[in-house]
């Protein structure tokens, strides 16, 4: 087996880093406002540390690993998720309401696995990261 790691790409949110990290550093805010018919079969249950529900079949969660206040949120597998994993959002102050975040998604696959797996692992981070940026009002990075 050997580590993977899948980073997502940057983005710039015009909102202050405190901001962000309450809202990932509580998991019941993924599930305390979203209509129930969003959540579909999903069956999804949230703690303040844990969120776990039911994707394509297979039970997949979260719980929160480490906290470090206004710059980073760790997380690993939780429950029967078939796959382990950490993941691990950074936060980056650059002015007070100007933030940069990035999605890291590391897994400890086997060759065969890590064949399969790899792409969709960085499409998974991708599309999280699209949609993060789609609700979060972002600026364009200046790389």
């Known amino acids: ?9 940057i983005i710039r949110i015009a909102r202050p880093a405190e901001v962000l990290y309450s809202i990932f550093s509580d998991l019941t805010n993924f599930t305390n406002n979203v209509p129930p018919e969003m959540l579909g079969n999903a069956e999804v249950q949230s703690t303040p540390n844990t969120i776990v529900g039911k994707v394509q079949g297979f039970e997949v969660g979260l719980e929160i690993k480490n906290r470090k206040p206004f710059s980073k949120i760790e ?6 998720t078939p796959i382990a994993f950490d993941l691990s959002i950074t936060l980056e102050t650059l002015s007070p309401g100007t933030t940069d975040l ?42």
């Open 75 to 80: 997380y690993n597998q939780y429950g029967a």
């Open 102 to 143: 990035q999605i890291i998604l590391e897994t400890e696959l086997s060759g065969m696995y890590k064949m399969m797996l790899g792409g969709k692992l960085q499409e998974v981070v991708d599309k999280i990261t699209d949609q993060l940026e789609q609700a979060m009002g972002v600026f364009p990075t200046q790389d």
């Open 1 to 9: 087996m050997s580590k993977t790691k899948t980073e997502g790409r």
